[in-house]
């Protein structure tokens, strides 16, 4: 990750990690790179591995939930609906990483969609940026900060039997 792979290069800092997503070049054109090093630029140890596919399991999960309460909350009169162009709908599993050739102390991976969101981006010509998927890396922070606040909840509420 020290130099630029594109003018639509993005950094995501997600300790421990940062994240470089880039855009790929050649025929496929909405092809995603990712490159993955520590944040102390250290090297990779037991675990790492895990952990990053466990971020790239966790990419729009946030985006789903932030989608389905805002339904909620509109149908029930409590929020209004915004009209900011059609809204892409998320869920876990639409995108997909796999690692490639890692160069250096960084790890690279390549995004790929599952049939259904290809099948979907297809028909509107709506093809994901680097941007979009930093934003859904960044997310996945926000994602397991809700996670804990519901465990935190939960850990309130005594157990019935």
């Not at 790929?24 to 990053?52: H, K, P, Q, W």
Request: glycine share 8%.
């Amino acid at each position: 990750m020290q130099q630029v792979r594109t003018e639509t290069e993005k950094l995501v800092d997600l300790f421990p990690y940062k994240f470089s997503v880039y855009e790929m070049g050649g025929e496929v054109y909405f092809r995603i790179g990712v490159s993955v090093i520590r944040v102390n630029g250290g090297d990779f140890s037991t675990g790492d591995l895990e952990a990053i596919q466990s971020i790239f399991a966790d990419t729009g999960k946030w985006e789903a939930f932030v989608g389905a309460a805002s339904t909620v909350l509109v149908e029930l009169g409590l929020a209004q609906r915004k009209d900011e162009g059609e809204m892409i709908m998320y869920s876990a599993g639409r995108f997909v990483f796999k690692e490639s050739d890692s160069v250096h102390s960084a790890l690279a991976y390549h995004m790929s969609m599952s049939k259904e969101e290809r099948d979907r981006r297809e028909v509107k010509r709506q093809w994901p940026t680097s941007g979009e998927i930093a934003h859904l890396i960044q997310n996945v922070g926000k994602w397991r900060a809700l996670q804990q606040t519901v465990k935190l909840l939960r850990s309130f509420i005594p157990a019935t039997d």
